[in-house]
Every structure is written in C-alpha cells, then in structure tokens.
C-alpha cells in the first residue's frame, strides 16, 4: 500500500502497486537471477512481453530514467554554481551559459579541435 500512495501524481497513478508486485513475480521467471534494469527491458521489449507486463514495463523505464536525470540536474547547478561565484559581476548571461555547458560537458568539449571551432 504505501508503494501505491507514493505513486499517484495529481489523484492519478501511472503504476498499480499490486498489479506491479503480481508482474515482478511472474517476469522473474523469463529473467535469471542478477539481471541488471536494462537488460530485463531490452528482454521484454524484444520478445514482445511489454504488453503482458505493464506496469513492470513503465517502472523499469522510470528506473532507467531518474538516475541520468538526478545527476545531470545536480552537476549542471553545482557548476553553474562555482562558476557564478567566481565571475558573477564580470560576465554577460550568454557568456555565463556557454562556459556552464563547456563545464558540464567537459569530457565532450575536450574531444571538440579548436581548428574546426576556428572555421566556423
């Protein structure tokens, strides 16, 4: 019961903690033991089980989500953060933006030539 309170967003649900319990259940029977999140949906989706299993579906999609989402969130405002406090009163907003993307993206901004960056 608590699973199904904590589920419902503005008095609907999109998953049925019941239904979802009877799911796991009957899905661990197609998935071995130790099967990581993305494997038992890439199995789900590629023998055609998403529709028997509903709600296992959306909440592995949900599971696969959050984490990506939560820790890009959190590294873009910490370095938006440090980079504010460092230059807050020396920087107009568009110069503000893109040295807080070459931050966050830092790994991809370091594989960009600066040859090709010069041409455009």
């Known amino acids: 019961r608590a699973l199904e309170t904590v589920l419902i967003y503005d008095g609907m649900r999109d998953l ?66 440090l980079i504010k406090t460092h230059l807050r009163s020396t920087m107009t907003q568009e110069r503000l933006v893109g040295l807080a993307t070459i931050s966050i993206e830092h790994e991809l901004a370091q594989t960009v030539y600066l040859q090709e960056a010069e041409a455009v």
Request: aromatic share 8%; net charge positive; hydrophobic share 45%.
């Open 16 to 81: 049925d903690a019941s239904d979802l319990g009877d799911e796991l259940k009957a899905l661990s029977r197609y998935i071995s033991a130790g099967s990581t999140p993305k494997a038992v949906l890439e199995y789900m989706c590629t023998n055609k089980m998403t529709a028997l299993f509903p709600n296992a579906f959306v909440a592995l999609r949900i599971l696969l989500t959050l984490p990506v989402t939560v820790a890009s969130g959190e590294r873009s405002f910490s370095k938006l953060k």
